[in-house]
C-alpha cells in the first residue's frame, strides 16, 4: 500500500499493519475518499489500496501457501482472499505481509496463526521455490503442434516480482535454431521469476514491437477459447493445488462449449489444456487450420455468445465503425507454467514438484 502526501507527491510505502494503525491515527481527520483506489483519504494525504502488481504477487504468495497447508492437513484447506486467512478444519492461519515488531504480530494474530511472506524472526516463514520452475523454462520445449503458429506472434512474460517482460526475438522455427531455442535464450536470465507466459491470438507483423502495443496485428487469429470459472472470494484447494469450486464450474462451461462448438460445420476441438488456475484453454481448428481471418473469428464468437453468454469471455469491441475483436488478446503459452499452482497449461493435469516450505513452522 502507499500513501501519497497531496501537496508535495511524496509516497510512502505501508504495510497492513502500518496502514491500519495510520487510519486509527488519523480517524478525526478522515475524508469521504473520491476513488475506489483510495482506502483512505485526508485533506493532506491519500492512503491507497494494493496495486494490481501487488495484488499478482500476493495472489501466487498465498495460493502457493494454501496449497503446502493443505498438503500437510492432507485437507482441503479454505482461502479466503480479502481477509488473507487460510482456514482447515478450526485453525486459521493469518498470511501477514510483514512481521517486524511484535506490536505488528500482535495485529496478525486476531484473525489467527500468523505466517509471514517475508523475513522475520518473530513466526512462521514461507519461502517459494522458484528454482524447479526455472529449470522446467530452461528445457522448455513448445508442443509440435503449436511449433507452426509461433511465427509472427508476440509472447510476454508475467514476472513473480510484479512487470513483464518481453520477447527480444522472433520466434521463428528454423533448422539451425527452432522456436523453443529462441524462446530459451529470451528468458534465460528471469526463467525462475516468470508467473505466467503469454502468446499473442492475432498475428503481428512487428512482434517485438508489440510490446508497446505497435506490432501492426494482421488481423489472423489463432482459434482458442479461454474456458474460466467464475470469481468467488472463497477457494477450497486441494492437497494437489487445485479449488474444488472453481473446476466444478469451469468443467461445466467446457462441456457447454464443447456442446455448441461440435455442431458447427468444419470446426474440431483439438486441444483442451488445463489453464493452471481455475479452468480450460480449448484450441480448435476450421477446416484443419487452427486460424480464423478476424471477420470470421467474430462470427464465431458472437455465435457462441448467443447460444451462451456465459461460456467464454467477450472480446469484440464495438466501438465506431465496424466491430473488432480485441487484436491485442493473448492466451497461455502451451507447454509453460502458471507459478500460482506450479501446474502446467498442458493436457494433462500435471504440477510441477515444487519445494515450498514454511520455516519455523
Not at 482472499?81 to 486476531?110: C, M, P, W
Not at 484450441?283 to 462470427?299: A, V
Amino acid at each position: 500500500m502507499k500513501l501519497l502526501d497531496i501537496k508535495t507527491l511524496k509516497k510512502q510505502y505501508f504495510s497492513e499493519f502500518q496502514a491500519a494503525k495510520w487510519i486509527v491515527d488519523h480517524k478525526a481527520e478522515l475524508v469521504t475518499t473520491r476513488t475506489s483506489f483510495e482506502l483512505a483519504r485526508t485533506r493532506t494525504d491519500i492512503l491507497y489500496r494494493p496495486n494490481k502488481k501487488e495484488k499478482f504477487k500476493r495472489t501466487i504468495l498465498e495460493r502457493r501457501l494454501a496449497t503446502l497447508l493443505a498438503k500437510h492437513h492432507k485437507k482441503f484447506a479454505m482461502w479466503n482472499k480479502e481477509a488473507h486467512t487460510i482456514t482447515i478444519d478450526n485453525t486459521t492461519y493469518k498470511v501477514a505481509d510483514r512481521v517486524q515488531s511484535g506490536e505488528e504480530l500482535a495485529f496478525h494474530s486476531r484473525l489467527g496463526h500468523p505466517i509471514s511472506l517475508t523475513q522475520t524472526t518473530l513466526c512462521p516463514q514461507f519461502f517459494l521455490d522458484t528454482e524447479t520452475i526455472k529449470n522446467h523454462y530452461l528445457s522448455f520445449l513448445f508442443p509440435k503442434w503449436f511449433i507452426p503458429y509461433t511465427k509472427q506472434r508476440h509472447f510476454k512474460y508475467a514476472m513473480i516480482d510484479a512487470g513483464f517482460k518481453f520477447q527480444s526475438r522472433a520466434y521463428n522455427d528454423a533448422p539451425h535454431k527452432p522456436a523453443h531455442q529462441r524462446m530459451r535464450t529470451d528468458i534465460a536470465r528471469h526463467a525462475g521469476k516468470i508467473a505466467k507466459a503469454y502468446f499473442s491470438l492475432n498475428r503481428m507483423l512487428d512482434p517485438v514491437r508489440e510490446r508497446h502495443g505497435t506490432g501492426h496485428p494482421l488481423g489472423l487469429f489463432y482459434l482458442a477459447f479461454d474456458i474460466d470459472s467464475e470469481d468467488h472470494p472463497l477457494c477450497h484447494i486441494s492437497p494437489n493445488g487445485l479449488c474444488k469450486d472453481c473446476m466444478e464450474s469451469s468443467t461445466e462451461k467446457l462441456e457447454k462449449f464443447k456442446t455448441i462448438i461440435e455442431t458447427l460445420p468444419g470446426f474440431r476441438i483439438e486441444n483442451v489444456l488445463f489453464s493452471g488456475t481455475k479452468g480450460w484453454h480449448v484450441h480448435c481448428s476450421y477446416n484443419d487450420s487452427r486460424e480464423l481471418p478476424e471477420k470470421e473469428f467474430i462470427m464465431l464468437n458472437h455465435y457462441i455468445l448467443t447460444q451462451d453468454p456465459k461460456v467464454i469471455d467477450n472480446f469484440i469491441i464495438a466501438g465506431k465503425g465496424k466491430p473488432h475483436y480485441d487484436r491485442h488478446r493473448v492466451l497461455r503459452v502451451p507447454g509453460s507454467i502458471d507459478a500460482t499452482t506450479s501446474y502446467l497449461i498442458s493436457e494433462d493435469l500435471e504440477r510441477l514438484p515444487v519445494q515450498d516450505y514454511i520455516e519455523r513452522f
